[in-house]
Each structure stands twice: as C-alpha cells, then as structure tokens.
Nanobody
Framework: QLQLVESGGGLVQPGGSLRLSCAASGFTLDYYAIGWFRQAPGKEREALSC????????NYRDSVKGRFTISRDNAKNTVYLQMNSLKPEDTAVYVC???????????????WGQGTQVTVSS
C-alpha cells in the first residue's frame, strides 16, 4: 500500500529537458525528506539531490548542480526533478526515496520507488 511511483522518464536528445515526478501512494510526504538517486549501467547507485520535508532546504550532487532542480508540492503529495541540459552520461534509471525525517541524508530512506528510465541519446 505504501508506494512511491516515478514517472516522466523517456528518451531525450542531448541538451534536452525532462521533468520527473515522484508521487506517493498510501502515505503523506509532508513528514519525509525526499531524495532522487540514479543508477547507470555498470555503475553504483548515486545520490543526486534531496529536499527537506518542508521544501526549505535542498542539495545537489556537483555533476548535476545548475542543471537539475528538485522541488515538491506537498498538497499534491509529489516531488519533482527538473532536468535540463541533459547529457548522455545522465542516462540511468532514476529512483526517488522517502526518509522519515525532516532533513536530508545519504542513508536511512524508508521507501523506494521502482524507477523510471532516462535515456539521453541522439
């Protein structure tokens, strides 16, 4: 019953943009910090960004800083990841996760989505 569902992935050309959504089902995201992660072929999962439960604080991995923007709409029980200036190296499965704490962290995420594929290719 408690699920996170990502959407918005797909195929995009280098330099293009996508907006990913992370929607919660069965629980309210108001109390959770939310992180976005990705796992590319042959690579370990890496944390990309996180937003605090209120949306007042965010962080980003250096490789996506200035290109990606995380946001949330608690009224819609949804978190977003706007991705601009996409590069082939951004190709990965993108996953959102919820942590039952107000602040962001690299660990102790309680719920994970199943991911959405993002492919950046010409």
């Amino acid at each position: 019953q408690l699920q996170l569902v990502e959407s918005g992935g797909g195929l995009v050309q280098p330099g293009g943009s996508l907006r990913l959504s992370c929607a919660a089902s069965g629980f309210t995201l108001d109390y959770y910090a939310i992180g976005w992660f990705r796992q590319a072929p042959g690579k370990e999962r890496e944390a990309l960004s996180c937003i605090s439960s209120s949306g007042g604080a965010t962080n980003y991995r250096d490789s996506v800083k200035g290109r990606f923007t995380i946001s949330r709409d608690n009224a819609k029980n949804t978190v977003y990841l706007q991705m601009n200036s996409l590069k082939p190296e951004d190709t990965a499965v993108y996953v959102c996760a919820a942590r039952l704490e107000s602040y962001c962290s690299n660990y102790d995420y309680n719920y994970w989505g199943q991911g959405t594929q993002v492919t950046v290719s010409s």
